[in-house]
Protein backbone atom coordinates (compact mmCIF):
# COMPACT_ATOMS: atom_id res chain seq x y z
CA UNK A 1 0.00 0.00 0.00
CA UNK A 2 1.10 3.13 -0.62
CA UNK A 3 0.67 5.60 2.51
CA UNK A 4 0.76 8.85 0.41
CA UNK A 5 -2.32 7.72 -0.87
CA UNK A 6 -3.90 7.31 2.25
CA UNK A 7 -4.61 11.01 2.39
CA UNK A 8 -4.58 12.69 -0.82
CA UNK A 9 -5.48 16.07 0.71
CA UNK A 10 -5.10 17.49 3.94
CA UNK A 11 -7.23 15.25 6.90
CA UNK A 12 -10.01 17.45 8.39
CA UNK A 13 -12.12 16.58 11.15
CA UNK A 14 -12.22 16.89 15.36
CA UNK A 15 -10.10 15.99 17.98
CA UNK A 16 -11.30 15.95 22.11
CA UNK A 17 -8.32 17.09 23.09
CA UNK A 18 -9.08 20.47 23.45
CA UNK A 19 -12.04 20.39 25.13
CA UNK A 20 -12.18 17.05 27.28
CA UNK A 21 -8.11 16.71 27.81
CA UNK A 22 -8.27 12.86 28.73
CA UNK A 23 -11.62 12.80 29.97
CA UNK A 24 -13.92 11.77 26.80
CA UNK A 25 -16.17 9.24 27.13
CA UNK A 26 -18.00 7.00 24.56
CA UNK A 27 -21.25 8.81 24.99
CA UNK A 28 -19.18 12.24 24.10
CA UNK A 29 -17.50 10.89 21.12
CA UNK A 30 -20.92 9.93 19.30
CA UNK A 31 -22.52 12.99 20.33
CA UNK A 32 -19.69 14.86 18.20
CA UNK A 33 -19.39 12.19 15.47
CA UNK A 34 -23.16 13.09 15.12
CA UNK A 35 -23.14 16.77 14.88
CA UNK A 36 -20.25 15.81 12.51
CA UNK A 37 -22.06 14.22 10.27
CA UNK A 38 -25.26 16.31 10.09
CA UNK A 39 -23.69 19.44 9.73
CA UNK A 40 -20.10 19.13 8.59
CA UNK A 41 -19.71 15.93 6.27
CA UNK A 42 -20.64 17.25 3.37
CA UNK A 43 -18.02 20.22 3.75
CA UNK A 44 -14.95 17.60 4.10
CA UNK A 45 -14.66 17.37 7.98
CA UNK A 46 -14.61 13.13 8.27
CA UNK A 47 -12.26 11.88 10.98
CA UNK A 48 -13.39 11.58 14.56
CA UNK A 49 -10.58 11.30 16.73
CA UNK A 50 -10.22 10.21 20.55
CA UNK A 51 -7.18 11.84 21.86
CA UNK A 52 -4.56 10.65 24.67
CA UNK A 53 -5.78 8.60 27.44
CA UNK A 54 -8.47 6.34 26.51
CA UNK A 55 -7.28 3.63 27.91
CA UNK A 56 -6.85 5.37 31.82
CA UNK A 57 -10.21 4.59 34.09
CA UNK A 58 -8.78 7.23 36.75
CA UNK A 59 -8.25 10.34 33.77
CA UNK A 60 -8.69 13.34 34.97
CA UNK A 61 -9.64 12.27 38.73
CA UNK A 62 -6.84 14.25 40.24
CA UNK A 63 -6.18 17.20 37.49
CA UNK A 64 -5.30 19.46 40.24
CA UNK A 65 -1.68 17.34 40.67
CA UNK A 66 -1.09 15.34 37.54
CA UNK A 67 -2.81 15.39 33.56
CA UNK A 68 -1.61 11.96 33.83
CA UNK A 69 -1.80 9.73 36.80
CA UNK A 70 1.74 8.01 37.03
CA UNK A 71 0.91 4.12 37.15
CA UNK A 72 -2.82 4.86 37.35
CA UNK A 73 -5.77 2.73 36.76
CA UNK A 74 -4.80 1.45 33.10
CA UNK A 75 -6.62 -1.03 30.69
CA UNK A 76 -4.30 -3.26 29.26
CA UNK A 77 -4.84 -6.49 27.57
CA UNK A 78 -2.51 -9.85 28.34
CA UNK A 79 0.12 -8.83 25.29
CA UNK A 80 0.80 -5.99 27.25
CA UNK A 81 -1.98 -3.21 24.23
CA UNK A 82 -3.74 -0.39 26.57
CA UNK A 83 -7.59 -0.98 25.60
CA UNK A 84 -10.13 1.19 26.17
CA UNK A 85 -11.31 2.00 29.68
CA UNK A 86 -14.82 0.23 29.74
CA UNK A 87 -15.86 2.51 32.45
CA UNK A 88 -15.31 5.23 29.51
CA UNK A 89 -16.10 3.40 26.59
CA UNK A 90 -18.82 0.59 27.58
CA UNK A 91 -18.82 -0.84 24.05
CA UNK A 92 -15.09 -1.60 24.75
CA UNK A 93 -16.06 -4.28 27.63
CA UNK A 94 -15.24 -7.94 26.87
CA UNK A 95 -11.88 -7.41 24.75
CA UNK A 96 -14.30 -5.63 22.12
CA UNK A 97 -11.87 -2.32 22.19
CA UNK A 98 -12.44 0.35 19.73
CA UNK A 99 -14.62 -2.32 17.63
CA UNK A 100 -18.05 -1.14 18.11
CA UNK A 101 -17.38 2.74 18.46
CA UNK A 102 -15.20 2.51 14.94
CA UNK A 103 -18.03 0.79 13.42
CA UNK A 104 -20.85 3.35 15.56
CA UNK A 105 -18.39 6.12 13.39
CA UNK A 106 -18.14 4.50 10.40
CA UNK A 107 -21.92 3.90 9.87
CA UNK A 108 -21.99 7.52 9.60
CA UNK A 109 -19.68 7.77 6.97
CA UNK A 110 -16.95 9.35 8.74
CA UNK A 111 -13.69 7.51 9.34
CA UNK A 112 -12.23 6.95 13.28
CA UNK A 113 -9.21 7.93 14.69
CA UNK A 114 -7.06 7.10 18.51
CA UNK A 115 -4.04 9.17 19.62
CA UNK A 116 -1.21 6.77 21.15
CA UNK A 117 1.90 6.99 22.81
CA UNK A 118 5.36 6.36 21.16
CA UNK A 119 6.50 3.04 22.90
CA UNK A 120 5.39 0.22 25.35
CA UNK A 121 3.19 0.53 28.52
CA UNK A 122 6.04 0.47 31.33
CA UNK A 123 3.63 -1.91 33.12
CA UNK A 124 3.79 -4.56 30.40
CA UNK A 125 7.77 -4.36 30.52
CA UNK A 126 7.18 -4.98 34.14
CA UNK A 127 5.08 -7.60 34.12
CA UNK A 128 7.09 -9.15 31.39
CA UNK A 129 3.90 -9.55 29.19
CA UNK A 130 3.98 -11.65 26.13
CA UNK A 131 4.06 -9.89 22.88
CA UNK A 132 1.32 -11.69 21.08
CA UNK A 133 2.36 -13.32 17.86
CA UNK A 134 5.91 -14.13 18.65
CA UNK A 135 8.50 -15.75 21.15
CA UNK A 136 9.24 -12.88 23.35
CA UNK A 137 8.32 -10.77 26.46
CA UNK A 138 7.67 -6.96 26.40
CA UNK A 139 10.70 -6.40 28.17
CA UNK A 140 12.99 -7.38 25.78
CA UNK A 141 11.51 -4.49 23.42
CA UNK A 142 11.31 -2.23 26.03
CA UNK A 143 13.84 0.68 25.91
CA UNK A 144 13.97 2.27 29.88
CA UNK A 145 16.39 4.61 29.02
CA UNK A 146 13.88 6.28 26.18
CA UNK A 147 11.22 7.77 27.54
CA UNK A 148 8.48 10.80 27.63
CA UNK A 149 9.42 13.89 29.64
CA UNK A 150 5.50 14.46 30.18
CA UNK A 151 3.79 11.42 30.16
CA UNK A 152 4.72 8.34 32.10
CA UNK A 153 2.92 5.48 30.97
CA UNK A 154 5.44 4.24 28.15
CA UNK A 155 9.10 3.26 27.87
CA UNK A 156 10.38 3.48 23.99
CA UNK A 157 11.24 0.69 21.62
CA UNK A 158 14.18 -0.61 20.96
CA UNK A 159 15.12 -1.49 17.54
CA UNK A 160 14.97 -5.58 17.74
CA UNK A 161 12.71 -8.03 16.30
CA UNK A 162 10.82 -8.37 19.53
CA UNK A 163 10.48 -4.29 19.18
CA UNK A 164 9.28 -4.72 15.72
CA UNK A 165 7.00 -7.68 17.03
CA UNK A 166 5.35 -5.75 19.64
CA UNK A 167 4.78 -2.51 16.88
CA UNK A 168 3.16 -5.28 14.70
CA UNK A 169 0.80 -6.86 16.95
CA UNK A 170 -0.14 -3.15 18.30
CA UNK A 171 -0.96 -2.25 14.62
CA UNK A 172 -2.68 -5.27 13.95
CA UNK A 173 -5.46 -4.80 16.68
CA UNK A 174 -6.05 -1.21 15.63
CA UNK A 175 -6.99 -2.82 11.92
CA UNK A 176 -8.98 -5.39 13.47
CA UNK A 177 -10.89 -2.17 15.17
CA UNK A 178 -11.23 -0.20 12.25
CA UNK A 179 -8.72 2.53 12.99
CA UNK A 180 -8.31 5.01 10.26
CA UNK A 181 -5.65 7.57 11.90
CA UNK A 182 -3.24 7.57 14.70
CA UNK A 183 -1.81 10.80 16.17
CA UNK A 184 1.44 9.01 17.40
CA UNK A 185 2.49 11.39 20.35
CA UNK A 186 6.36 11.65 21.81
CA UNK A 187 7.56 11.17 18.13
CA UNK A 188 7.59 14.07 15.87
CA UNK A 189 10.21 15.64 18.34
CA UNK A 190 11.77 15.74 21.85
CA UNK A 191 13.07 18.03 23.92
CA UNK A 192 14.82 15.52 26.77
CA UNK A 193 17.25 14.00 24.12
CA UNK A 194 18.82 16.84 21.97
CA UNK A 195 22.78 15.54 22.63
CA UNK A 196 22.31 11.79 22.76
CA UNK A 197 20.34 9.63 19.73
CA UNK A 198 16.59 9.90 20.02
CA UNK A 199 14.46 5.87 19.64
CA UNK A 200 11.85 7.96 18.27
CA UNK A 201 13.47 8.43 14.82
CA UNK A 202 13.48 4.46 14.20
CA UNK A 203 10.54 4.17 16.24
CA UNK A 204 8.68 5.78 13.32
CA UNK A 205 9.83 3.64 10.88
CA UNK A 206 8.93 0.93 12.80
CA UNK A 207 5.50 1.74 13.15
CA UNK A 208 5.18 2.52 8.96
CA UNK A 209 6.42 -1.05 8.86
CA UNK A 210 3.66 -2.21 10.98
CA UNK A 211 1.13 -0.29 9.00
CA UNK A 212 2.24 -1.51 6.17
CA UNK A 213 2.17 -4.76 7.18
CA UNK A 214 -1.39 -4.70 9.27
CA UNK A 215 -3.07 -4.13 5.48
CA UNK A 216 -5.40 -1.46 6.48
CA UNK A 217 -4.80 2.68 5.63
CA UNK A 218 -3.95 4.26 8.43
CA UNK A 219 -2.91 7.98 8.33
CA UNK A 220 -0.37 8.30 10.51
CA UNK A 221 0.09 11.44 12.67
CA UNK A 222 3.09 12.42 13.97
CA UNK A 223 2.86 14.80 17.65
CA UNK A 224 4.56 17.38 19.00
CA UNK A 225 6.54 20.08 17.67
CA UNK A 226 8.11 21.53 16.46
CA UNK A 227 9.45 19.38 13.79
CA UNK A 228 12.60 19.58 12.84
CA UNK A 229 13.51 21.06 9.46
CA UNK A 230 16.66 19.31 8.77
CA UNK A 231 14.45 16.06 8.98
CA UNK A 232 11.84 17.15 6.88
CA UNK A 233 12.66 14.24 3.92
CA UNK A 234 11.99 11.38 7.23
CA UNK A 235 8.64 12.81 8.33
CA UNK A 236 7.58 13.11 4.78
CA UNK A 237 9.23 9.22 3.67
CA UNK A 238 7.48 7.68 6.38
CA UNK A 239 4.30 9.89 7.85
CA UNK A 240 1.59 11.49 6.35
CA UNK A 241 1.49 14.78 8.46
CA UNK A 242 3.88 15.34 11.46
CA UNK A 243 3.32 18.87 14.05
CA UNK A 244 5.65 22.06 12.85
CA UNK A 245 4.54 23.78 16.53
CA UNK A 246 4.42 22.98 19.73
CA UNK A 247 0.69 22.61 20.97
CA UNK A 248 -1.15 25.24 19.45
CA UNK A 249 -3.42 27.58 21.39
CA UNK A 250 -5.96 31.01 21.21
CA UNK A 251 -3.18 32.81 22.02
CA UNK A 252 -2.15 35.98 19.11
CA UNK A 253 1.28 35.60 19.40
CA UNK A 254 1.04 31.74 18.92
CA UNK A 255 -0.59 32.83 15.64
CA UNK A 256 1.45 35.22 14.53
CA UNK A 257 4.39 33.20 15.06
CA UNK A 258 2.80 30.40 12.41
CA UNK A 259 3.47 32.46 9.34
CA UNK A 260 7.20 32.10 10.21
CA UNK A 261 6.89 28.44 10.65
CA UNK A 262 5.01 28.13 7.82
CA UNK A 263 7.72 30.29 5.76
CA UNK A 264 10.13 27.61 6.59
CA UNK A 265 7.87 24.43 5.78
CA UNK A 266 6.23 25.69 2.56
CA UNK A 267 8.16 23.62 0.36
CA UNK A 268 7.95 20.50 2.23
CA UNK A 269 4.06 19.54 1.77
CA UNK A 270 3.38 17.10 -1.18
CA UNK A 271 0.50 14.94 -1.83
CA UNK A 272 -0.26 12.31 0.87
CA UNK A 273 2.56 14.38 3.58
CA UNK A 274 1.56 17.30 5.34
CA UNK A 275 3.40 20.08 7.67
CA UNK A 276 0.77 20.17 10.70
CA UNK A 277 0.05 23.53 11.83
CA UNK A 278 -1.91 22.06 15.12
CA UNK A 279 -5.41 21.84 16.22
CA UNK A 280 -8.23 24.68 15.39
CA UNK A 281 -9.10 25.68 19.24
CA UNK A 282 -12.16 27.34 18.12
CA UNK A 283 -15.48 27.46 19.86
CA UNK A 284 -16.03 26.19 23.55
CA UNK A 285 -12.68 24.92 24.52
CA UNK A 286 -10.60 24.24 27.61
CA UNK A 287 -13.25 22.00 29.91
CA UNK A 288 -11.06 19.78 30.75
CA UNK A 289 -8.21 21.23 32.09
CA UNK A 290 -10.61 23.25 33.98
CA UNK A 291 -11.00 26.68 31.88
CA UNK A 292 -13.70 26.16 29.90
CA UNK A 293 -14.38 29.25 27.84
CA UNK A 294 -14.59 30.00 24.18
CA UNK A 295 -11.85 30.73 22.17
CA UNK A 296 -9.89 33.75 23.01
CA UNK A 297 -9.30 34.53 19.39
CA UNK A 298 -11.28 37.44 17.87
CA UNK A 299 -13.35 36.88 15.25
CA UNK A 300 -10.88 38.57 12.98
CA UNK A 301 -7.84 36.17 14.27
CA UNK A 302 -10.20 33.13 13.76
CA UNK A 303 -10.40 33.99 9.97
CA UNK A 304 -6.57 34.47 9.50
CA UNK A 305 -6.26 30.80 11.04
CA UNK A 306 -8.10 29.31 8.88
CA UNK A 307 -6.77 30.95 6.20
CA UNK A 308 -3.29 30.68 6.49
CA UNK A 309 -3.96 26.75 7.36
CA UNK A 310 -5.93 26.67 4.26
CA UNK A 311 -3.68 28.34 2.10
CA UNK A 312 -0.52 26.57 3.50
CA UNK A 313 -2.20 23.12 2.99
CA UNK A 314 -2.22 21.96 6.77
CA UNK A 315 -4.52 19.50 7.66
CA UNK A 316 -7.79 20.91 10.14
CA UNK A 317 -8.13 19.24 13.01
CA UNK A 318 -11.42 21.06 15.14
CA UNK A 319 -10.59 21.16 19.10
CA UNK A 320 -14.10 22.58 20.03
CA UNK A 321 -17.16 20.97 21.20
CA UNK A 322 -18.92 20.57 17.99
CA UNK A 323 -22.28 20.61 19.99
CA UNK A 324 -21.95 23.66 21.03
CA UNK A 325 -20.93 25.42 17.88
CA UNK A 326 -22.32 29.14 17.82
CA UNK A 327 -23.93 29.48 14.47
CA UNK A 328 -21.06 32.09 13.22
CA UNK A 329 -18.45 29.66 13.82
CA UNK A 330 -20.11 26.88 12.22
CA UNK A 331 -20.38 29.44 8.85
CA UNK A 332 -16.39 29.61 9.12
CA UNK A 333 -16.34 25.50 8.73
CA UNK A 334 -18.57 25.53 6.16
CA UNK A 335 -16.91 28.11 3.68
CA UNK A 336 -16.49 25.71 0.55
CA UNK A 337 -14.19 28.28 -1.14
CA UNK A 338 -11.93 28.67 1.35
CA UNK A 339 -11.76 24.80 2.32
CA UNK A 340 -11.65 24.18 -1.65
CA UNK A 341 -7.74 25.62 -0.72
CA UNK A 342 -6.81 22.56 0.78
CA UNK A 343 -7.75 20.61 -2.37
CA UNK A 344 -5.86 18.26 -4.90
CA UNK A 345 -3.10 19.73 -7.66
CA UNK A 346 -2.56 22.88 -5.22
CA UNK A 347 0.57 24.76 -5.42
CA UNK A 348 1.37 27.13 -2.69
CA UNK A 349 3.68 29.58 -1.34
CA UNK A 350 4.45 33.28 0.60
CA UNK A 351 5.14 35.45 -1.61
CA UNK A 352 6.26 37.90 1.06
CA UNK A 353 6.24 38.29 5.22
CA UNK A 354 7.35 41.09 7.33
CA UNK A 355 6.54 42.50 10.99
CA UNK A 356 3.61 43.91 9.75
CA UNK A 357 1.51 41.81 7.04
CA UNK A 358 2.14 38.43 5.10
CA UNK A 359 0.63 37.71 1.66
CA UNK A 360 0.40 34.27 0.53
CA UNK A 361 -0.28 32.11 -2.98
CA UNK A 362 -2.26 28.96 -3.31
CA UNK A 363 -2.60 28.30 -7.35
CA UNK A 364 -4.84 24.83 -8.47
CA UNK A 365 -2.49 23.98 -11.01
CA UNK A 366 -4.83 21.86 -12.89
CA UNK A 367 -7.35 24.76 -13.52
CA UNK A 368 -5.55 27.45 -13.40
CA UNK A 369 -7.15 29.78 -10.67
CA UNK A 370 -5.20 31.73 -8.39
CA UNK A 371 -6.25 32.98 -5.05
CA UNK A 372 -4.18 35.42 -2.74
CA UNK A 373 -4.52 35.61 0.40
CA UNK A 374 -3.43 39.25 2.15
CA UNK A 375 -2.87 38.92 6.22
CA UNK A 376 -2.61 41.81 8.26
CA UNK A 377 -0.03 41.64 11.21
CA UNK A 378 -0.74 44.75 12.70
CA UNK A 379 -2.88 45.79 15.83
CA UNK A 380 -4.78 48.13 13.87
CA UNK A 381 -6.37 48.31 10.59
CA UNK A 382 -4.16 48.95 7.71
CA UNK A 383 -4.01 48.52 3.66
CA UNK A 384 -2.33 45.67 2.68
CA UNK A 385 -1.07 44.68 -1.50
CA UNK A 386 0.27 42.90 -3.67
CA UNK A 387 1.38 43.91 -7.45
CA UNK A 388 0.24 41.43 -9.83
CA UNK A 389 4.20 41.03 -11.22
CA UNK A 390 4.56 39.37 -7.69
CA UNK A 391 2.50 36.43 -8.46
CA UNK A 392 4.75 35.10 -10.92
CA UNK A 393 1.41 34.28 -13.11
CA UNK A 394 2.26 36.64 -16.82
CA UNK A 395 -0.55 38.98 -15.68
CA UNK A 396 -0.17 42.17 -17.59
CA UNK A 397 0.25 45.15 -15.38
CA UNK A 398 -2.95 46.45 -17.15
CA UNK A 399 -4.81 43.98 -17.26
CA UNK A 400 -8.31 44.30 -14.87
CA UNK A 401 -8.46 41.73 -12.57
CA UNK A 402 -12.16 40.77 -11.19
CA UNK A 403 -11.92 39.64 -8.04
CA UNK A 404 -14.13 37.40 -4.77
CA UNK A 405 -13.08 37.75 -1.42
CA UNK A 406 -13.80 34.35 -0.22
CA UNK A 407 -15.10 35.23 3.09
CA UNK A 408 -17.47 37.87 2.55
CA UNK A 409 -18.38 37.10 -1.15
CA UNK A 410 -17.41 40.40 -2.20
CA UNK A 411 -16.67 40.77 -5.83
CA UNK A 412 -14.23 44.20 -7.07
CA UNK A 413 -12.09 44.95 -10.05
CA UNK A 414 -8.54 46.24 -9.42
CA UNK A 415 -5.78 47.12 -12.35
CA UNK A 416 -1.75 46.50 -11.24
CA UNK A 417 -1.90 45.19 -7.83
CA UNK A 418 -4.79 43.46 -5.60
CA UNK A 419 -5.32 45.84 -2.49
CA UNK A 420 -7.70 45.41 0.95
CA UNK A 421 -8.09 47.00 3.58
CA UNK A 422 -7.74 44.59 6.26
CA UNK A 423 -8.73 44.57 9.83
CA UNK A 424 -5.81 44.22 12.64
CA UNK A 425 -5.29 40.55 12.91
CA UNK A 426 -7.53 39.85 10.15
CA UNK A 427 -7.03 38.50 6.49
CA UNK A 428 -9.09 38.81 2.98
CA UNK A 429 -8.54 36.00 0.76
CA UNK A 430 -9.17 36.66 -3.16
CA UNK A 431 -10.01 34.43 -5.87
CA UNK A 432 -8.57 36.02 -9.57
CA UNK A 433 -10.38 36.02 -12.59
CA UNK A 434 -8.29 37.66 -15.42
Known amino acids: MDKNQFAPTPP ?26 AHLKEYGWEYVVVDI ?49 AEYIHSLGLKFGIHIMRGIPRRAAHLHC ?8 ADQAADPSSICGWN ?14 YYDSLFRLYA ?45 SLSPGPAQIQRAWEYGKYANMWRITDDFWDNWDLLKAMFAR ?25 KGFGTERNTRFTPDEQKT ?44 SQIRRNDGCAVWKNRDEKTKEVCVALFNLEDRAQT ?20 TELWEKQESRQQGHIAAEVPAHGAKVFRIRA
Not at 263 to 285: A, N, S, T, V
Open 53 to 101: QWYANDAGTRRNEYQYIPFGDQEMDVYGRFLPSPRRFPSSAGGRGFGPL
Open 12 to 37: MGWNSYDYYDTTVTEEQVKANADYMA
Open 176 to 220: DWGVDFIKCDDICDSWMYRQVPFSGWEETRMIQRAIQKAGRPIVL
Open 305 to 348: MLSLWCMFGSPLMLGAELTLLDNWTLSLLQNRDILALLGENRRR
Open 130 to 137: PIEGYDAT
Open 152 to 165: PDMYGVRAVPAGQA
Open 262 to 286: CELWQDHGKQGCYPDCDMLPLGRIG
Open 384 to 403: VSVDVGELEEGYEDDRILVL
